[in-house]
Nanobody
Framework: QVQLVESGGGLVQPGGSLRLSCAGS????????MSWFRQAPGEERELVAS???????NYADSVKGRFTISRDNVKKSVYLQMNSLKPEDTAVYYC??????????WGQGTQVTVSS
């Protein structure tokens, strides 16, 4: 059973930084594409960044140059380093694990609020 637990969210001022973590269990972590999505109030959930099992990385245009996704297959964790945060980055951030055969699973989400 796939389990994903996010942590690291919180309140930060504009221009600040946060590092989100997602710990996975119950699946072969290294073979999954791991992604971060976010959902702001009244908005659809959107892809922020993804990293495949082979290390290919993709970012949403809105976060390129500010956010960095990484993974540690030994620790079964994926991270999102967020710098130069803006108020429009405020959202609930979700971790996602996806496999071509087994489908995808979601974490419970962690709130990120960027405000002065």
């Amino acid at each position: 059973q796939v389990q994903l637990v996010e942590s690291g969210g919180g309140l930060v001022q504009p221009g600040g930084s946060l590092r989100l973590s997602c710990a996975g269990s119950g699946f072969t972590f290294s073979s999954y594409t791991m992604s971060w999505f976010r959902q702001a109030p009244g908005e659809e959930r959107e892809l922020v960044a993804s990293i495949t099992s082979t290390g290919n990385i993709n970012y949403a245009d809105s976060v390129k140059g500010r956010f960095t996704i990484s993974r540690d297959n030994v620790k079964k964790s994926v991270y999102l380093q967020m710098n130069s945060l803006k108020p429009e980055d405020t959202a609930v951030y979700y971790c996602n694990a996806k496999h071509w055969r087994y489908g995808d699973s979601w974490g419970q989400g962690t709130q990120v609020t960027v405000s002065s």
